[in-house]
């Protein structure tokens, strides 16, 4: 199991670079395609609040000012992809529906990464990346400052559905924990479920399924 789709989202501003290093980062130890996804705002969602008060060559003069702010966004983030030497990275701008394109680029990628600040509500991605949480249900990274592949992983669990499809999301990140570590790190995360009242016969199954293939592999070896 592996990722073979990173999409990291862009708006045009000063973050772009740094939202670009980190999909390089976890991209490049997957051999994955980076696709950076610009994501201005929408004029359709914009339109609503031009009623009949607006007149017509102010409303035609607001979305002129629009589509500017968003080919000038556009040009910035795609200088922040072209300046990474990343081979495997492709930028895609969308247009409207933005949120309907951006929903589809989701569905077609394996891990979406934000940088802090939409995490927290800030920025202009802060209501994209609450789209991919709570609409898309799409796995997601939060890429604090100096983060690395092959570092300590939590994976919470408490027994559900959700978790257990986070827990198989993150094992191409585990596999590349050197040693045991990780195998350690989500058997102990498991058990901690367990102990706090998550389902026992889905903790069972699942630390079974994990632990099997290191099983079998011990066997062999004291069967040489």
């Not at 999409?7 to 997957?30: N, Q």
């Amino acid at each position: 199991m592996s990722w073979a789709r990173i999409m990291t989202p862009l708006s045009g501003g000063e973050g772009d670079k740094a939202a670009v290093a980190a999909g390089v980062r976890l991209a490049e130890p997957f051999g994955a395609e980076l696709t950076a996804v610009y994501t201005p705002a929408d004029v359709a969602d914009v339109m609503p609040w031009m009623g009949e008060g607006f007149l017509g060559g102010v409303q035609t003069s607001a979305l002129e000012s629009l589509k500017e702010a968003a080919a000038a966004g556009e040009k910035h983030a795609r200088a922040a992809l072209e300046a990474t030497p990343y081979a495997k990275a492709r930028f895609v701008a969308l247009q409207t529906p933005v949120w309907a394109g951006l929903s589809a680029e989701s569905r077609l990628s394996d891990v979406v990464v934000f940088t802090n600040a939409p995490a927290r509500g800030r920025g202009p991605l802060a209501e994209a990346f609450q789209q991919m949480v709570a609409d898309e249900q799409r796995p997601v990274l939060i890429a604090r400052e100096n983060f690395k592949i092959g570092g300590p992983v939590a994976v919470a669990w408490d027994g559900g559905k959700e978790a257990s499809r986070a827990a198989r999301t993150a094992l191409p990140l585990l596999e590349k924990k050197p040693g045991l570590d990780a195998l350690i790190d989500v058997i102990a995360a498991i058990a901690l479920g367990w102990r706090l009242g998550a389902n026992p016969v889905l903790s069972f199954w699942l630390a079974y399924i994990l632990t099997r293939p290191l099983g079998a592999n011990i066997g062999d070896w004291l069967g040489l």
